[in-house]
């Protein structure tokens, strides 16, 4: 299979691997990815139903559980199917998200449900900090706080209802670890998330109309990877247009559907939208040539200028490179995207050009100040370029943009450094587990802020 995936998609594979290690996709992620192991939460009444064991689609198995109650025998894949059987009961059918969300309750439901290790490996290999789903489940939400850390991951939703609907405040507040919800949210009101066909329709009006203008915005400059949605052609081709309003616009995205009519493949295929249909296999091939790209790029990243935006930019001495190679995987080994000059650059004006626009592409400009920086105070060195141009940057900008760090014993306010730096609160570090602490404090800070 992985041998099929290259032939004649060689172009798409790398515009696809491109984009993950720029940032750049976002996954939209329906329910048929999200097959999950339903445990009953009450192991001595398990219900005598197969559906309940082993990795199950989660809505396929809320639909089981309901037809078990009501004694439901019919082959039904659909919750629309289920509402309109004339063995469901009308109250039911009224109360339905309530129901719902009654079965899901953790500690008075039926059941619960784990996410899959193929839903943890392709967050774990996109590393995307925001995620959509078309899924009223939670369960993209505990995924992803096993990769971002428990209370760090936000939640946000459309709604039916303009006052409850979430959008970002600026484009940058994607960088913060997200998982929005693009048909609604677990909830026990009416029409509160897309459950029948009338309900997703609603959603599908009210997203014609009034948009997340902020979210749409950005959408359209991303790569979507779509998977596991499943849904009929033309509401596939609505979700698509309504997250992509330009569909021939670059980058475009790849749709991963097991059962998509041939239709839609065509049709996506018309758009410039790379297709497959096992997400298996694209998910195995995405981790080999991800790892292979990253590889290459770790190799070559400190010889040039980044040419995406950094999380962290780290300026100092180069007689101080192994703090410096320590904080740097602290901070990598949090997922951040950090980047500093391993070369032993001389000054001049090339050099300051480039790293002046390295330092406008990253989020906190971090220096590191030792006994070293003293010593070399009459020494023509670099990192003084990367100081004027961090100041510079911050004096641009509203907010904590440089972070001094200081070995203990350093002068920090008394030294020869720019006063714009003397002004702020350097951090001390005499161990490891102080800079452990500091890459701790950085991480915390860029989870909960935007750029």
Known sequence: MLKELKIGNESHWRELTDSILKGDVIPVIGPEFLAANAIPLNEKDEPDYDVINGWVNPQTAIIELLKHECGISDDITSFSELLWHDKFPNN????????????????????????SNLLIRLLRVCQSRFIITTSFMPLIEEAMEQEWGRGNVRVMNFSNDPERTDDLMESDDIQIPTVYHMFGELDARAGSYAVSDSDMLAF????????????????????????????SDWLCRFVWYSLKTELNKKPNGMLVESNADDS???????????????????????????????????????????????????????????????????????????????????????????????????????????????????DAHLYRA??????????????????????????????????????????????????????????????????
């Open 92 to 115: 039911y059918r009224r109360a339905i998200h309530e129901l719902i969300k009654a079965l899901l309750n953790p500690n008075r439901g039926e059941l619960r449900f784990i996410p």
């Open 264 to 378: 839609l493949m065509q049709f996506m295929n018309r758009i410039e939208t790379f297709t497959h249909q096992n997400p298996e296999a694209v998910v195995s091939e995405l981790e080999k040539r991800v790892e292979k790209e990253r590889k290459k790029r770790e190799a070559n990243k400190f010889k040039s200028t980044p040419k995406e935006e950094t999380d962290v930019f780290i300026s100092y001495s180069r007689r101080d490179h192994e703090v410096v190679e320590k904080l740097y995987t602290l901070l990598t080994n949090r997922k951040l995207r950090v980047w500093y000059d391993r070369e032993s650059l001389e000054c001049g004006e090339h050099f300051e050009k480039e790293i002046y626009e390295a330092i406008k592409k990253t989020r906190l400009f971090v220096t590191l100040f030792t006994k070293n920086i003293t010593e070399e105070a009459n």
């Open 386 to 451: 990367e100081w004027n141009a961090g100041i510079e940057r911050k004096r641009r900008l509203a907010r904590n943009f440089i972070w001094p760090i200081c070995e203990r014993g350093f002068d920090f306010y008394s030294s020869n450094i720019p006063k714009e730096m003397k002004n702020l609160n350097a951090r001390e570090y005499g161990n490891d587990e102080e800079l452990s602490k500091f890459a701790d404090e950085i991480y915390e800070y860029l989870m909960r802020t935007s750029r």
């Open 204 to 231: 599908c009006r009210a997203w014609l109309t009034r948009p997340p203008k902020t979210l749409a915005g950005v959408l359209g400059g991303k790569y979507l990877l779509m998977l596991g949605n499943n849904y």
